[in-house]
């Protein structure tokens, strides 16, 4: 099965606390993103990541801080830095950038209270 | 920032009707794209149209760009209830890597 996940689904913290969230694909894309999305809204890009070992920051990545240490994994941490930590975060990958269509994973719902 | 901005928020038609949606946009693009996203999920890509494009169809779904009024719309024929979702426009700004998206349109379908 090819594709993108995310793990886990629904995610629960305290206040204060980091917490990280899972993103990994096994379609050999290059480029992977991260965004957020709070209800009824769009998707705002958080970070994302051209090639390993490289990632770039998106329109809301105070907060934030990922990884590319391997093509298939693009972690996301929520630092406590993060102000409004609760939304539904989303991580999709593509093959050259954004010049073609983008695979999303179902996405991870964080509440922090 | 979100680039792109779709018309109506939200829309609501009976089963068979075609639905047409709006998105305007701000700057230069390369391409725009249109997805897909049932409640609670990702998104699902559905047409990609380049900027030299001025329309392209795929099975129900017909996507024009017209680059002059930077606007785009997306026209669903013979409407059905799986087609309840919400519908979000993307676009690639001229020597960006990464995609903008608008607001969306919340589509109901009614049986």
């Known amino acids: 099965d090819g594709g993108i996940t995310q793990s886990p689904k629904y995610l629960f913290r305290k206040e204060g606390q980091n917490v990280t969230l899972s993103c990994e694909q096994n379609?050999?894309?290059?480029?992977m993103y991260w965004y957020r999305q709070d209800p009824g809204q769009g998707l705002r890009l958080i970070y994302y990541?051209?090639?390993?070992?490289?990632?770039q920051k998106g329109d809301i990545a105070e907060g934030y801080s990922v990884s590319r240490e391997k093509k298939e994994s693009f972690p996301l941490t929520v630092t406590s830095a993060q102000k409004n930590p609760t939304a539904f975060y989303l991580c999709?990958?593509?093959?050259?950038?954004?010049?073609?269509?983008?695979?999303f994973g179902p996405g991870t719902r964080l509440t922090v209270t | 920032s979100q680039q792109g901005e779709e018309d109506p928020q939200a829309l609501s038609i009976q089963e068979g009707e075609n639905a047409t949606m709006n998105c305007s946009y701000k700057?230069?693009?390369?391409?725009l794209q249109w997805y897909r996203q049932n409640s609670g999920r990702g998104l699902v890509h559905l047409i990609l149209i380049r900027s030299n494009e001025r329309e392209k169809h795929s099975g129900r779904l017909r996507v024009t760009l017209d680059t002059s009024k930077k606007s785009s719309s997306l026209l669903i024929t013979a409407s059905r209830a799986a087609d309840t979702a919400s519908y979000f426009c993307a676009t690639t700004q001229t020597g960006a890597n990464n995609l903008f998206f608008g607001t969306g349109t919340r589509l109901t379908v009614i049986p």
């Open positions: 379609l050999n894309h290059d480029a």
């Open positions: 990541s051209q090639i390993v070992n490289d990632f």
């Open positions: 700057t230069s693009i390369n391409n």
């Open positions: 999709a990958s593509s093959n050259q950038g954004a010049k073609v269509e983008q695979y």
